[in-house]
Every structure is written in C-alpha cells, then in structure tokens.
C-alpha cells in the first residue's frame, strides 16, 4: 500500500471541484489528484501515491545520480587492485555474484 | 521512463557494491525503515551481497502490520453494521484482528470494498446518500495527505453519509523510540524516501545530532538502496553523522508544503500504539477537532473492544529489528501469507511476506530489470 510509483501526466481536468489528471504508469492508465501538485503539466511525471501526485519527478537529478553511480563504477576500475580484479574474475567474483 | 530501468542496471550496482566493501573496515548494522525498502532488498538479494558485516536491519515502516490489534478490531465491528459500506485498500483485507478479518465480515455478509484511492470512497458514499460510507485511512507520512485531502473534500462537499476510521503514524518518532530502546543496535538508517517526499528533511538533522546516527533519505529502486548504503556506511566510517538526501529526484528539503498545510489542518499529532512495539509518544494522527464529525470512532460507538493477539507470532521482535522472520517457529509452517498469524506476514510490505515470498521461492532474483506498479 506504501508503494508510491512514478507516472507520467496525460490530460488535466477539473472534476468534483478538485483538480485531477488521467496518468501512465508503464501502460497501466489511472486517475490522480493533482491537488497537493497544482501546477504539475501534461507530459511531466510525479510520485503517485494512493491515487494522489505527491511530489515532482525530476528528471535531471535522476540524470545526475545515475551519472554518479557510472562514474563510481569507472573509478572502481582506474583505482582498483587489479591482481584483486583478475581474482574474482576468474572465481567468477563480485560481477557474477551480482547477477546470479 | 527508460531512467527507472537503469535504476537496476547490474554494472551499476556493482560499482556501488565495490565501494561500499572499499569503504568498509568493521561492522555496521543500517536499518531500512520503509517496508517497501525491505521488499527491494529482500527481493533483489542485497542483503546478501553487502559486504559481510554490514547488517541490514528491517525497520517497522509497514503501516498495515504496525496498525493496532484494536483499531483493526474497531474495523472489524463497524464493517459488520448494517447499512454500512466499508471502503479499504486492499492489503487489509486479510490482516487478523482477534478473531476474523475484513475478508471474514465479507464472507458473513457485510459490504466491505477495496479501493484503491481514498477519493474513490468518497465517490460511493455520493452514490449511496442512504448509507454510511467509513473509509479506514492507515499509513505513515505518504498516505496521510490523500487521507486529509478526502475528508476536507467531504466536509467542502458536504457530503455527510461519510466517515474515516483514523490510524496514521508517524517516522520520526519511531525512530526516536528505536534510539532509545535498551536493545536497539542501529547504527545509522536509511530513511524513507516517499515519506520525505511529503515532509521533506526539516525533522532529521536533530534526531540525527542527538543520537549521532547518519541519517540518509533513501529511495526505492536497488540502485538507490546501494547509494543509500553507501553513504551512510561512509559516514560511520568517518565518525559522521548528518542527514544526508541520496533521494534528490524525488525529495525536496521541504517537502511538499501544500501537503503538509492539509495536513496540520486536518490531523493533530496523538499518541499512538503500534502493534507489536506499544505506545509511541506523539507518533500518529488523529483528526482535529474541526473534523470530528467525520471521525468514525465518534460516529459509531466502538469502545469497550477486548483484544486478543496470537501467543505465538513475533511480529513486535520482527518490526523492531530483533528477529529476522525465520528465526519464528511459526514461519512457513502454522504462518504463511494464505493463513497469517501475524501482519508482517499479511501485508506485501511485512518483513515476515517478503522473506516467504522471495527466500523460499529459491534464490533471490538479482537486480533483475521488474517494472514497478
Ligand atoms: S512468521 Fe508469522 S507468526 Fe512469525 S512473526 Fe511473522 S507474522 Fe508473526
């Protein structure tokens, strides 16, 4: 029930006196009050919880941290142990683990 | 969004484990707070990929199983009235009061219905002027502000034929109460992300400079659980302990201001017990005075209720981190998510589900690429 996921703003209208949006969720079609995110527009995404848009998704810090994350991943192999490296690889170590 | 795919890419996490074993020179036990962390970690395996002795602890952020004996008994007696309709999401459905659940009342009769917005009980109880629509509104700092916003929708509508069974709870005093307890081995926690997506990081910095404990507002994704992990384990390692947002694209420092406006109008912060932990000071929400007409407690005469929790289910131990699920005799034998004693084996978010579901179907599915929702 505490699962708020991403979606994405396909129209806008007023219903009931309360501000509402039809959103994509990957396919699945919901509608969401945009009360507590009133200037959210068509085409932007928010965190969705129990039918309710609660926060702006921004997509630019998702950009930033997901660069962070390939950039951890870079450094790991410039400043690795190598010797280390080429241990785990041939015990089929850290990376093979991952996708086991 | 191709982004939130990435958020599992398996060389990324292997970076972020890499650095993670880098960084670390001695244990350290992190608690996840939010159940729905639990599920990602659980799922993924990443409990068993962290370096050996970082420890992942399950904290109690699963609003259905911490959602008392007695409330879900009130629930219960009220779903059973006549000429009510009783509107729930849908993991409540199965959570055990004393002696029967909300599937039960169904079974015997009783119009109980599960929505998926709070809105959409508000839509029944428009539709049906002749009966008594009760909304049974849980759940911590995320679930709150629908909640709010539907019983200020009735009273702006007028509608008067609907009511809220009231029973939100609160982060930060849990966390609080988790610091202080004799047992409490936590070192440093990941904070839930959608939470603060509501109300921000204002109310961290001091618990976290009280208790120096790092404090670092965590997503959902696995990636996100790594950098989580990552950045607090780093701060231990330093000796630091601030608040720190690994959950930028989702968390602004403030929150959402028209959210937490809502809800201080609506709700007033009361004491509130938590099943299978107790009474945690200043921990929930009840209505406030100006909505207590659509209070459900008030509307329906519930007191009086004796409760009666299964002898054998750990589930207190399981929330505050001091069992892990399996460690309960009753884990997959007499408790299985069809026939829970417990409500961590209930809800989807249960610490006590999460292990039965993913560690006894084989090994945990690895940061396989699942689309959400
Ligand atoms: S396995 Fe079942 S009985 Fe044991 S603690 Fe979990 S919910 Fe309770």
């Known amino acids: 029930m505490c699962l708020a996921v991403p979606g994405r703003v396909m129209e806008i209208e007023e219903r009931d006196g309360a501000r509402m949006a039809v959103m994509d969720f990957g396919g699945v079609v919901k509608d969401v009050c945009l009360e507590y995110?009133?200037?959210?527009?068509?085409?932007?995404?928010?965190?969705?919880?129990?039918?309710?848009?609660?926060?702006?998704?921004?997509?630019?810090?998702?950009?930033?941290?997901?660069?962070?994350?390939?950039?951890?991943?870079?450094?790991?192999?410039?400043?690795?142990?190598?010797?280390?490296?080429?241990?785990?690889?041939?015990?089929?170590?850290?990376?093979?683990?991952?996708?086991? | 969004m191709k982004?939130?795919?990435?958020?599992?890419?398996?060389?990324?996490?292997?970076?972020?484990?890499?650095?993670?074993?880098?960084?670390?020179?001695?244990?350290?036990?992190?608690?996840?707070?939010?159940?729905?962390?639990?599920?990602?970690?659980?799922?993924?395996?990443?409990?068993?990929?962290?370096?050996?002795?970082?420890?992942?602890?399950?904290?109690?952020?699963?609003?259905?199983?911490?959602?008392?004996?007695?409330?879900?008994?009130?629930?219960?007696?009220?779903?059973?009235?006549?000429?009510?309709?009783?509107?729930?999401?849908?993991?409540?459905?199965?959570?055990?009061?004393?002696?029967r659940d909300l599937f039960r009342v169904r079974g015997e009769g009783g119009d109980v219905r599960v929505v998926y917005s709070p809105l959409d009980a508000l839509r029944i109880a428009r539709e049906n002027p002749d009966r008594e629509v009760v909304f049974f509104g849980i759940g911590f700092e995320t679930t709150a502000p629908p909640n709010a916003m539907t019983v200020h929708q009735a009273r702006k509508q007028g509608i008067r034929n609907f009511s809220m069974l009231v029973s939100h709870v609160r982060v930060p005093p849990a966390i609080e109460a988790i610091m202080t307890s004799p047992d409490c081995r936590v070192q440093g926690f990941l904070a839930a992300g959608h939470v603060c997506s509501v109300m921000g990081v204002e109310e961290y910095p001091e618990l976290a400079a009280r208790h120096r404990v790092p404090i670092v507002v965590t997503g959902f994704e696995p990636l996100d659980i790594l950098e989580g992990i990552r950045r607090t384990v780093r701060q231990l390692e330093r000796g630091e302990h601030t608040v720190e947002n690994a959950y930028e694209r989702a968390v602004r420092p403030e929150g959402n201001p028209a959210a937490r406006a809502m809800l201080e109008d609506v709700f007033e912060v009361t004491d509130r017990a938590w099943r299978g932990i107790g009474v945690i000071p200043g921990s929930g929400w009840r209505l406030s005075e100006r909505y207590r007409a659509y209070d459900a407690e008030h509307r329906f005469e519930v007191s009086g209720i004796t409760t009666r929790e299964s002898a054998l289910c750990r589930s207190g131990e399981v929330l505050q981190g001091l069992i892990k699920p399996h460690e309960c005799e009753a884990f997959g034998t007499t408790c299985t998510p069809r026939n829970p004693l417990g409500a961590t084996m209930v809800s989807t978010e249960g610490a006590c589900a999460a292990y039965y579901l993913y560690r006894r179907l084989g090994t945990p599915a690895a940061l396989e690429v699942t689309p959400v929702g």
């Open chain 1, 37 to 100: 995110l009133p200037d959210l527009a068509v085409g932007e995404y928010a965190i969705v919880h129990v039918g309710f848009a609660l926060q702006r998704l921004d997509e630019e810090s998702a950009r930033q941290t997901l660069e962070l994350f390939a950039e951890l991943g870079l450094l790991m192999e410039e400043f690795g142990d190598p010797w280390e490296a080429a241990a785990a690889a041939e015990a089929g170590g850290a990376g093979a683990e991952v996708e086991r």
């Open chain 2, 3 to 99: 982004y939130l795919e990435e958020f599992r890419d398996p060389e990324l996490a292997r970076g972020l484990l890499e650095d993670i074993r880098a960084a670390v020179t001695r244990p350290w036990a992190l608690m996840e707070v939010c159940g729905g962390q639990t599920h990602t970690i659980i799922r993924h395996g990443i409990d068993q990929l962290l370096p050996e002795g970082v420890e992942l602890i399950h904290g109690p952020g699963c609003p259905v199983c911490v959602t008392p004996l007695e409330v879900i008994d009130k629930a219960l007696e009220i779903a059973g009235r006549p000429g009510v309709i009783f509107c729930s999401f849908g993991d409540m459905l199965r959570v055990p009061g004393s002696d």
